[in-house]
């Protein structure tokens, strides 16, 4: 099971960013993503979360109304779009799924939201 992210970056407030969470090793289409993100000092804190179909989404009240998540089981894609971003929203984000009974993490990729 892999899991890669990618599409972090810097970006002035109010801007938008989105991310990629490219999956391989197993059946994508069966499991529930989830982006979760760190800020330094803070504890790493569930954004959002989409069910395998894509029929089911759940999101942190923080980011309700400006994130929206995604996913493309054709490509085995999970995506996070990120509007109207805010100084706050800097973080680490990373892609997780429970697979196979086990939790898997991607590495990571930057956020910065910044003038």
């Known amino acids: 099971v892999q899991l890669v992210e990618s599409g972090g970056g810097l970006v002035q407030p109010g801007g938008s960013l989105r991310l990629s969470c490219a999956a391989s090793?197993?059946?994508?289409?069966?499991?529930?993503m989830s982006w979760y993100r760190q800020a330094p000092g803070k504890e790493r804190e569930l954004v959002a979360s989409?069910?395998?179909?894509?029929?089911?989404?759940n999101y942190a009240d923080s980011v309700k109304g400006r994130f929206t998540i995604s996913r493309d089981n054709a490509k085995n894609t999970v995506y996070l779009q990120m509007n109207s971003l805010k100084p706050e929203d800097t973080a680490v984000y990373f892609c997780?799924?429970?697979?196979?009974?086990?939790?898997?993490w991607g590495q990571g990729t930057q956020v910065t939201v910044s003038s």
């Open positions: 997780w799924g429970y697979i196979y009974s086990k939790v898997y």
């Open positions: 090793g197993f059946t994508f289409s069966y499991y529930v």
């Open positions: 989409m069910s395998g179909t894509g029929g089911s989404t």
